[in-house]
């Protein structure tokens, strides 16, 4: 039985620069009890096809054309004719939505659990007490741990993955047939990921609730969905059963998603992206590019970490001494050489960013030594100091903000080589920042704009280029390409170790997908809870893994099911 029809959709943005297109001409149908898989790159609207169902778009929206019938109960409601009254008691009721950042779905001035009992409270008439009573047993069903803290708590005192089942339970709270999931396990850890779709499939084999799951990863899609779309530009380029989707795509850009994306089995080869399948090129001949990254390691240690602990004070009492600490670090030593990438691969709160910030000197450890070239960094003078400030760059996670939006790339790519006083004079610094802008393939134009004038790829490339600017040693990646489009990821992965290969560069990247470390990486530090589990050679720790732990995080990547 077809529970939601969409015919013949077409939707636009106006602007100021006229008309945008957002969806095409789009029609699909989704089947009581089935999990349906939209997937595409950022813009190709496949968010805008699951906020049109619910009728969420934004002012400036406008629906060109089409029909989005709702079946139930021998009824059929075609809801872009729905007046308000009838959306709400859609929404929630019949259709709810489990959104892609659940950090800024939820309130932050309001507690977990009353944000859920206030959809109960306003929906179903329960009674305060009630209410309360179903939210825990709602976070009971989500398998949250301590259900009663956690409904007392705020968004910001929970974890990523524990406010996404929140949101789960936000979204099952009133039995809906459908819940649409927007990108719902984009940002997190394979093991929490994996959870978080065990979860779902879980939720719709109890309530037999229609699901439609977006993403840009087809790994994670292939565990989930029945049936997958395929979109690009607004339109569905491809349909179909998932197997059929994945082990015989037809559409060039559907090849494109399923080889950009590196495997545990990837060589280490330059990744094909979206262009080379677009431009028509044999696939052949894209994986056949040797990637620059293949001379070896020198067995000069660049950086030295020894025993080094941090812990952060939680509590301190009335003389503001502290009673209570969190060691986010426990006796880490290891060395990384001249030229090598240093994978460091763990969950999120292990403690991988703030072992970054402390070798790049951005945080102060609590005990222990990190030397640089040989010396403590620790007995560096101001003078020394402001040198390894140059040799030692930072890319951070998010380009979004790390980004001044008040400077224009220009500005935020001359600033590093004012304050370090390199080059005769302005002309000069010009001329080097458009010399680097080309390096990371962004046009000359670029140096004039703002951060809001660029795309999340774009964006990184901008990051890149500040940390490549001031020619470092060494680079430190924290998530560089976590939050991005698996072609885009691509891209960024190839430019940094084309960037490695002509800089001399060294690199700690830093990363939750432990897919992606194994292909730019060396070696590989597996990281829990601060403590340093195991190292050792990339292909090795695959292929063995020493600990538990570690067979727990390659267990739980996403593959594509055969």
């Not at 020394?384 to 040799?391: G, Q, S, T, V």
């Not at 001399?504 to 830093?510: G, S, V």
């Not at 990339?538 to 996403?558: C, M």
């Amino acid at each position: 039985m077809k529970i939601l029809e969409v015919k013949n959709l077409s939707l636009f943005f106006n602007s100021k620069f006229g008309k945008n297109q957002v969806l095409n001409n789009i029609s699909f149908s989704l089947y009581k009890s089935e999990t349906l898989g939209i997937v595409g790159e950022s813009g190709s609207g496949k968010t805008m096809a699951a906020m049109s169902l619910m009728r969420l778009l934004p002012a400036n929206a406008v629906i060109e054309s089409g029909e989005i019938l709702y079946n139930s109960e021998g009824k059929s409601l075609n809801i872009l004719q729905c007046k308000d009254h009838e959306l709400l008691a859609l929404r929630g009721n019949n259709i709810s939505m489990i959104f892609q950042e659940p950090m800024t779905s939820l309130n932050p001035s309001l507690t977990c659990g009353y944000q859920v009992q206030e959809v109960l409270t306003n929906h179903s008439g329960y009674n305060k007490k009630e209410a309360k009573e179903k939210v825990l047993g709602l976070f009971n069903e989500v398998k949250l741990p301590d259900p009663k803290r956690i409904f007392h708590s705020y968004p910001h005192q929970i974890s990523g993955g524990q406010k996404q089942r929140v949101m789960i339970a936000m979204a099952i709270a009133l039995k809906p047939n459908i819940i649409i999931a927007d990108e719902p396990t984009t940002a997190l850890d394979v093991t929490i990921q994996k959870s978080i779709i065990e979860l779902l499939k879980s939720i719709q084999e109890k309530y037999k609730i229609s699901i439609i799951f977006i993403s840009h990863d087809l790994g994670v899609i292939s565990q989930i969905a029945d049936n997958i779309l395929v979109m690009y530009k607004g339109e569905i380029v491809e349909k179909g059963s998932t197997r059929t989707i994945l082990k015989s795509p037809v559409h060039k850009y559907t090849k494109a998603l399923l080889k950009c994306r590196p495997t545990l089995q990837t060589p280490k080869v330059r990744l094909p992206v979206l262009s080379d399948f677009l431009n028509q090129q044999k696939s052949q001949e894209i994986i056949s590019i040797k990637n620059n990254n293949t001379r070896e390691v020198s067995q000069t240690a660049i950086l030295s970490v020894n025993n080094l602990y941090k812990d952060f004070i939680i509590k301190r009492n009335f003389w503001g001494k502290a009673v209570k600490t969190h060691q986010a670090i426990q006796d880490f030593s290891f060395t990384v050489f001249k030229g090598e990438t240093l994978g460091l691969a763990g969950e999120s709160g292990c403690g991988k960013t703030t072992l970054g910030r402390i070798i790049s000197m951005l945080t102060e450890c609590s005990s222990g030594t990190v030397e640089y070239n040989g010396t403590p960094l620790n007995k560096l003078s101001a003078k020394e100091i402001k040198l390894f400030r140059k040799n030692i760059q930072f890319i951070f996670q998010d380009p979004y903000s790390s980004l001044n939006p008040k400077f224009t790339i220009g500005d935020t790519l001359l600033e590093p080589l004012k304050v370090h006083k390199l080059y005769k004079n302005k002309k000069e610094r010009i001329e080097k920042v458009f010399e680097i802008l080309e390096k990371v393939k962004l046009e000359k134009q670029s140096f004039y704009k703002y951060p809001h004038e660029f795309s999340g790829g774009q964006r990184q490339r901008i990051v890149i280029a500040r940390a490549l600017i001031l020619q470092p040693e060494l680079i430190i990646c924290d998530e560089s390409v976590s939050a991005l489009d698996v072609s885009i990821q691509a891209e960024i992965l190839n430019l940094l170790n084309d960037l490695k290969s002509e800089y001399n560069l060294t690199y700690i990247f830093i990363s939750h997908d432990l897919s992606v470390v194994k292909y730019m990486s060396d070696r590989i530090m597996v990281m829990k809870e601060g403590k340093l589990v195991e190292i050792n050679k990339a292909e090795d720790l695959y292929k063995s893994p020493a600990s538990e732990y570690t067979r727990s995080l390659i267990s739980a990547i996403p593959h594509i099911i055969d």
